[in-house]
C-alpha cells in the first residue's frame, strides 16, 4: 500500500508489473472477480460487469499515473480500497479459482451450455451457451435468458415454453 500512496502523492509511478499479476486473456476466456478481488483489464477486452447491488463498490486502487486538469493523480479509493482487499487471493488462488473455472452442464444437437461463473462468494450465476445451428432455447417462460452473443450469421429467438 505505500508504494500506491506515493504515487497518489505524485513522489513516483505505481510499479504494477511488481505488484499485479497478469493473465493473458483470449476471446471466450472468463476472469470470475468477487468483491475484494484486486482488477483491471488489458487493451482490447470486454468486461461484463454483472452487479444486482447498489450498496457494492469497486474502490480504484491506482489510475495509471493519469493526471486531473489539476495537474495532480486523479483521486483514488486507497483507504476504502485496503479495508476490503482480501489480501489472501494470491496467484496461485486466482489461478485456480478465478481463470477460467468453466463447468460444462449440458448439451445437445447444435449447442452446449456451460457455467461460467458462480464463485461460492458471489450470488449470480452466469452461463454461457453455444449454438451451432438454429436451435429453441427454452427459459420455462422466466425472462431469464437476457444476453446472446451472435458468432456469424443468424439470430436467436427466446422461448418461452
Known sequence: MDDLYAAQRGEKSFDDERFINQFPAKKHD???????????????????????TPYIFTFKLWDWDRLGLDGLPRPVHLDHGKEVIQ?????????????????????????????????????IETRRHWFDKPVVHKTGGTGQCSEFSRRKRGHCLESGQ
Open 30 to 52: 472468463h476472469f470470475l472477480i468477487p468483491a475484494g478481488t484486486i482488477h483491471c483489464s488489458g487493451s482490447d477486452s470486454m468486461v461484463l460487469e454483472i452487479s444486482a
Open 87 to 123: 489480501w489472501e487471493r494470491n496467484t496461485e488462488w486466482c489461478r485456480e479459482h478465478l481463470v477460467n473455472a468453466v463447468t460444462p452442464i449440458a448439451e445437445g444437437d447444435g449447442w452446449r451450455e456451460e457455467k461460467t461463473g458462480l464463485h461460492e462468494r458471489e450470488f
